[in-house]
Every structure is written in structure tokens, then in C-alpha cells.
């Protein structure tokens, strides 16, 4: 640690003082700060309240998960990609399971896929209660992200009733599932969509309508459509710009071409909109576990001959789900060996987290930080 | 309570000096502290939790533990800053709060002092909190307090106009800025109180809505939410006193909170009928000695009621847009205020000329 006495800090301030009309400063958000909600770092050159530029320092927790992606064999990486957005584990994991599956070209049991959608759907929900909770606390509401993780406890007990985890699952294995619904689950995640349906009536009426959140929300962080195909954003970022992407209806994957739900899309562009997109997220992903649970097909949930050590063929391969935060793609190029040759792994939060030097510019502080939680950063998620 | 004044004889006015002095800071200290319970306690209401819970029976000893823990952490003076205002800057704040318990009423033997100008010495005294927040911002030499106390400014600025103008309104139908006295008036039923006097008196009909923008005023003069975005601590980590440690923290901790029990009693003072208990002549049996117990309950009843309410609105609320803030003083509560206090001149004027 750096220990100035006062006569060497008083020297450092005077050479940073200089003065004069269009005197700025820089102010350090974060990497220790309460509204990163992480190891982010934005560097924001300010005059008086308002951003002439951000700069958005990344990398704080690097920890190399696509090399690590390199050393280890395809089944010996799986943990490592429910670490990246903590929230979305069970997305991530069914993007490398998925990757390795169309490699090897493995065969997964519909009972497995339709598991897969209610649980990855169930996390959804919790991951968007995180974030609403969060966001809203940095908009000084203090008392909903109690309400939204009392919420979230329910999913977290279903899940950990299954696999024993209640974060960072690793519950979805090559070819299927590793064990089982039981009928414990089933009822649980019966009951939890009326309850959680009517859970987001009351949340719409006290925090959606309020009428400070939505002018401190509305308005606020304009992101067009041209910036947001600039940047490639995704997820509900993109959503609420006005663009229906999302990847379960674009390139739909497992089974989420058996059941009807809806992309929600706002086309007014500010955060508010991104709010809007995800409270209606959790509606359509309700409507999707109840229709999983209504016709869950019987049989094996994990293919039995999934060989025990694979060896993935040359070439290259994609898989894409898509998390909480947007878009989640891995890209694997195999050698023929155990080991992949290369994991890229494209993330979501940070083509999100990337528009934000743009947006934030002529800003002033409060609207930034309401911005940034719109973008509902999981900082790992962009260090990977 | 004559056997005491005749027993002190000639000292009796230095012993009722020291007694308030005693009552007034114990008072004080207590409120803070408890509040700070009531606050876990109200929050954790709103939220479904317990609150604090593992210290004494329902938490009731985790005031003490705080103020223990405070007392007893290193006071960190960070290199580079003013030093000298530095120290001054939690005093400054703590004891123009104090000092308003000289003036206010809590019943009618329970006033420190009485002079004609309570009023103005309340609102003297009350707005020396902005300099005390903009010091410890200054001082620190550090940009998110530096913020802070901007915020802080411009925030006080723009809110003690509108609180100034409502309180020149009542001035005007009460006729005097003595506080006992503005209590006396207010005697009888509790339609006499002046929240709801001036409704059928035609003095002002408009003083509910001076009421709301009192408390709204003193909301944002004290720094609550959804107005605390001079401590906003998700943008500015703790605002002006982010360098603070030890008590100097806790002396801003303990002048907020002090600062909410005078807004609350000052309110209670000058709209809800301070010690009046608001039922007629039904409890003119009782002696006067239980006539002042419950004129004090029925002080405390008032001012604990618009505690809740301030504390309530904190857990509730998200906090407002700093323009939106001060756009709703400029734009809203100064014209409002100024119309009221236009239409109470008029009113009060009317009947002379006929």
C-alpha cells in the first residue's frame, strides 16, 4: 500500500489542479464501487455532474477460462462455463454440452431436452429477479431486491433439490441430464408459476408504476438500433431497442421449438424499455415451464452410451443459447484429440458493456448508473 | 414541584437550566440512538425480516453496541485534507441540531427557554447544516464528497424557499412566531389545529397542501430519501463524509436523525397542535399534572407518527432524479407556496376592508 504524509499528497493534488474554465476530473467508479456490483472499473473524466467520457477498464477478475477451455478434456470443462455469469449457469451449461453433443453428434433424449428448457427457464426468472432487485436498489429502492431474492429462494431450493446446487449448477452433462426430476420438483415448479405469476402482478403495481422509477428510467440511456448492431448487443438490451432477437426463436435449439411463447420487444430504446422486456421475459418464461411441465415426455433423461472419454472430431463447431443477459455462443475447433485445440466463448455483458462509453457520454452521474443497470452487467461474465 | 423551586430559592433558575440541558441532550442522544432502531426495525418490516436481532431482547441493545463499536474504532484523518475543517465540520453539524431543542415546545411546562422569535431561531439554526455538510465535503479532498456536497447546496438552496414561504403563511394567520404561543391557538377541538383551521375559518384553505410541501421540504433539508442523493450510496458511496470514520461519522449519523426529530417536532409544533391533545374540554377533569402527561403523550403520539411516516417513505421509494428534484422546487412547490401565501394575504386582509 502507497502511504503519502500530508506534505506529498498535498503535492500530488496541486500537480492534477489545472484549472480553468473547462477544468474536468476523472472519477474512478470502482473497481471497489457499490454500483458495479463487481471488479468493474469505469474511469469517467466528469465536469462537475456531467460524463465527457467513459472508459470502461476491464479484466479485474480474468481468469482464463478459455485457455483453461484448451487444457482439460471436453466433460473436465463443464463446471468451469456455469462460472462465467454466475446467474445463467444452467444457459452456459447447455451451450457447452450442446457444443460437444453436435461435435460428437450425440443423441439427447426428449425427456433431457424438455428438463433442459424448464430448469435453464427457471434460472432465467432468477437471474432477471437478481438483476431487477439490483438494479433497483441502485436507483435507491432499497426494499425490492428482498422481495425478488425471497423469489429466487424458491427457484434455488427446486434446483438444489435436483442437482444440490444452488448457484453454480453443473447439472446438464453431455447427452442428457445428470439425475432425474423427482415428483418433488414437478409439484414445486407447478405451484411456483401461479405463485409467481401473481408475485408480478404486485411487483408491476408498487416498483413498474411508480412514478419516480420511471422518470429516472424513461428517456434515459438511448440506445438506437444502428448502435446496438454496431456494438452487437443482445439479450434484452437489443430487445428493447426495437430488434426481436433472441436466440431460442432465431436458431431455436433443444426443445424450445415445441412450445409458444413470445419475444417481448419495446421499441422506445431507453431503459426503460430494457425493464419492460425483462418483467415480461419472466412471464414468457413461466408460460414456457408450465407448458414443459404439461406434456414432459417420459423416458431415459440421459443417453447411456455416451462414451466416457470422447474424443471430439476435427472442425470447427458453434453452439449458441440464450442466457439472461443475451446471447451466450461457444465456439470449439477440435483437433481430434481429447482436448479442445480452441474454446472461444463470446459473452454476452461484454458486447453489452461495450456500448456504454458511447451512451454514457454527456450524461450526468445518477442517469449513468441507472444506465449501466439497465445493461444488468455480471462483471465475470466479461472478464471471463 | 413548588417544594423543589422554593427549596433551590435564588439557584432555581441555574438547576431548571441544568435540568433541560440534561433533558434536552439525553432526549436527544436516546432519539438518535433508537431511531437508528426503529429505522432496522421499520425497514426490516417492509423488507419481511427480522432486523436486528441478536443484541438484547429484539435488538434492543444493538443501538448501545453501535455507538460502542463507533466510540471504540481508530478516527483516521487521511492525508491531504483540510484538517482543521475536517474536525470541525461533524461538530458544526451536531450542535445547531441540538441547539433547536432550546426553542421547541414539548408542552406547556416543558419549554427550555420562550422568546418571540422560536420560530426564526429554529429555521436559523436548521439551515446550518448546509455548511456543515459542504465542509466535511470540501475537506475531505475527495471528489465523490466534493459531489456530494454540490449536491447538497444547491438541494438546501432550492428547498428552503418553499419550507420559508409556507411557514411566512402560517406566520400570517397565526400573528406571532412564538412557538408556545402558536401551540396555544391551536387549543380545544382538533379542528383548531392549523392544518385544518384554516379550512373553515377561510384564514388560508390551502394549508393541507402548505403542509405537504413542509414535509417535503424537510424530507429534502434532511437529507431522506427519496431526496438523499447527497448520501446516495449507490453513486456516491456515503456522500460528504465518505472519509469519516469513528464518531465523526457517527456524530453525522446522530445529527441526521436529530435533524428528523426537530423537522417532525417542528411540523407538529406549527400544524398538528403540538401538546394539544385535540379532544375539546373531554379531559378537563384530569389534574394538571396529568394534563401535562398527556399533552406530552400527545406530542410524542404526533411527532413518532410523522417519524413513521418519513421512514416509511424511505423503504419505499426509489430515489428522484437530481433535476427532477430540483425542478419539483422550482417549478412546483415555490409557485404553490408563493400562491398560498398570496391567497392567506388576501384572506387575511379581506375582512379589514369591509
Redesign the interface.
Given at each position: 500500500m502507497l502511504l503519502?504524509?500530508?506534505e506529498?499528497?498535498?503535492a500530488?493534488?496541486a500537480a492534477h489542479h489545472v484549472g480553468g474554465p473547462n477544468e474536468t476530473?476523472v472519477?474512478n467508479l470502482g473497481p471497489q464501487?457499490?454500483?458495479t456490483h463487481g471488479v468493474l472499473r469505469v474511469k469517467l473524466t466528469?465536469d462537475?455532474?456531467y460524463i465527457r467520457k467513459a472508459e470502461c477498464v476491464i479484466g479485474y477478475i480474468h481468469r482464463m477460462h478459455e485457455k483453461m477451455g484448451e487444457n482439460r478434456t471436453c466433460a473436465q470443462f463443464l463446471p468451469n462455463t456455469s462460472r462465467l455469469d454466475y446467474l445463467s449457469a444452467c444457459q452456459y451449461t447447455h451451450a457447452w454440452t450442446g457444443v460437444v453433443e453436435r461435435a460428437c453428434k450425440i443423441e439427447v433424449p426428449q425427456r433431457a431436452e424438455y428438463i433442459r428448457v424448464i430448469t435453464s427457464e427457471l434460472n432465467r426468472i432468477a437471474s432477471h429477479l437478481v438483476g431487477w432487485g439490483a438494479w433497483?436498489?441502485?436507483?435507491?429502492?432499497?426494499?425490492p431486491i428482498?422481495?425478488a431474492f425471497?423469489d429466487r429462494e424458491k427457484i434455488l431450493d427446486l434446483m438444489e433439490g435436483i442437482c444440490g446446487a444452488r448457484l453454480t449448477y453443473c447439472y446438464y452433462r453431455v447427452g442428457g441430464v445428470v439425475n432425474d426430476i423427482d415428483d418433488a420438483f414437478i409439484q414445486g415448479a407447478k405451484a411456483f408459476v401461479p405463485y409467481m405469476r401473481e408475485r408480478l402482478k404486485m411487483y408491476k403495481d408498487f416498483v413498474t408504476d411508480?412514478v419516480?422509477?420511471r422518470?429516472?428510467l424513461e428517456g434515459i440511456g438511448i440506445i438506437d438500433q444502428d448502435m446496438c448492431l454496431r456494438y452487437g448487443a443482445c439479450g434484452p438490451v437489443i430487445r428493447g431497442s426495437g430488434i426481436a432477437n433472441d436466440t431460442r426463436k432465431t436458431e431455436p435449439y433443444s426443445a424450445y421449438k415445441d412450445f409458444d411463447f413470445d419475444i417481448p420487444v419495446y421499441n422506445e430504446c431507453d431503459s426503460m424499455a430494457r425493464y419492460l422486456v425483462r418483467m415480461d421475459e419472466m412471464e414468457q418464461s413461466l408460460r414456457i415451464i408450465e407448458q414443459a411441465l404439461a406434456k414432459l415426455p417420459e423416458g431415459p433423461f440421459i443417453n447411456p452410451k455416451v462414451p466416457k472419454l470422447l474424443k471430439v472430431p476435427a472442425g470447427t463447431y458453434t453452439y449458441a443459447t440464450e442466457a439472461g443477459r443475451g446471447r451466450f455462443l461457444v465456439r470449439m475447433v477440435a483437433d481430434g484429440s481429447d482436448k479442445p485445440y480452441r474454446v472461444k466463448l463470446r459473452t454476452p455483458c461484454l458486447s453489452n458493456l461495450s456500448l456504454a462509453e458511447e451512451v454514457c457520454e454527456g450524461m450526468?452521474?445518477?442517469?449513468a448508473?441507472a444506465f449501466l443497470g439497465s445493461l444488468d452487467l455480471v462483471i465475470p461474465d466479461i472478464d471471463r | 414541584m413548588s417544594a423543589i423551586i422554593d427549596f433551590c430559592g435564588p439557584w432555581w433558575p441555574w438547576v431548571r437550566m441544568l435540568l433541560f440541558l440534561v433533558g434536552t441532550a439525553a432526549f436527544a442522544g436516546l432519539n438518535a440512538a433508537y431511531l437508528v432502531w426503529c429505522e432496522r426495525k421499520i425497514?426490516a418490516f417492509?423488507?419481511?425480516?427480522p432486523g436486528p436481532m441478536e443484541v438484547g431482547p429484539q435488538g434492543l441493545l444493538q443501538p448501545i453496541a453501535d455507538a460502542a463499536k463507533l466510540l471504540a474504532k481508530q478516527m483516521l484523518t487521511p492525508?491531504?485534507v483540510d484538517t482543521i475543517l475536517y474536525r470541525i465540520a461533524p461538530v458544526a453539524m451536531i450542535i445547531p441540531a441540538l441547539m433547536c431543542f432550546v426553542v421547541l415546545p414539548y408542552g406547556d411546562a416543558l419549554m427550555p427557554t420562550r422568546i418571540d422569535l422560536g420560530l426564526l431561531v429554529v429555521f436559523a439554526l436548521s439551515a446550518f447544516n448546509v455548511i456543515s455538510l459542504m465542509l466535511a465535503g470540501w475537506s475531505s479532498?475527495n471528489?465523490?464528497a466534493i459531489?456530494s456536497s454540490?449536491?447538497v447546496v444547491s438541494q438546501n438552496v432550492a428547498y428552503e424557499i418553499p419550507m420559508l414561504l409556507t411557514i411566512v403563511t402560517v406566520i400570517l394567520v397565526t400573528g406571532t412566531t412564538d412557538l408556545g404561543t402558536i401551540v396555544g391557538q391551536q387549543g380545544g377541538w382538533f379542528w383548531n389545529w392549523n392544518i385544518l383551521r384554516g379550512i373553515w375559518t377561510l384564514a388560508n384553505p390551502l394549508v393541507p397542501i402548505s403542509f405537504l410541501i413542509f414535509f417535503i421540504c424537510m424530507l429534502a433539508e434532511t437529507n431522506r430519501?427519496?431526496f438523499?442523493?447527497a448520501e446516495?450510496?449507490?453513486?456516491l458511496?456515503a456522500g460528504s463524509f465518505t472519509e469519516y470514520s469513528s464518531m465523526g461519522f457517527g456524530l453525522f449519523f446522530m445529527a441526521e436523525y436529530v435533524n428528523i426529530v426537530v423537522g417532525c417536532s417542528l411540523a407538529t409544533v406549527i400544524f398538528l397542535g403540538g401538546w394539544q391533545t385535540g379532544l375539546g374540554n373531554l379531559l378537563s377533569f384530569l389534574p394538571d399534572w396529568a394534563a401535562a402527561f398527556v399533552g406530552l403523550g400527545a406530542f410524542f403520539a404526533k411527532l413518532y407518527a410523522m417519524i413513521f411516516v418519513v421512514m416509511w417513505i424511505r423503504?419505499?421509494?426509489?430515489?428522484?432524479?437530481?433535476?427532477?428534484l430540483l425542478n419539483l422546487s422550482w417549478k412546483v412547490l415555490i409557485p404553490v407556496a408563493l400562491f398560498t401565501l398570496l391567497l392567506s394575504s388576501i384572506l387575511v386582509k379581506l375582512p379589514n376592508l369591509f
Open positions: 503519502l504524509n500530508k506529498e499528497a498535498l500530488r493534488v476530473f472519477l464501487h457499490p454500483a466528469m462537475g455532474e433497483v436498489m441502485d436507483l435507491g429502492g432499497l426494499t428482498l422481495y425471497d411508480n419516480i422509477l422518470k429516472r450526468i452521474l445518477p442517469d448508473i | 425497514a417492509v423488507q419481511r425480516r492525508p491531504a479532498n471528489k465523490y459531489i454540490a449536491r430519501a427519496p438523499d442523493l446516495a450510496e449507490s453513486e458511496v423503504w419505499t421509494f426509489p430515489r428522484t432524479q437530481f433535476y427532477g
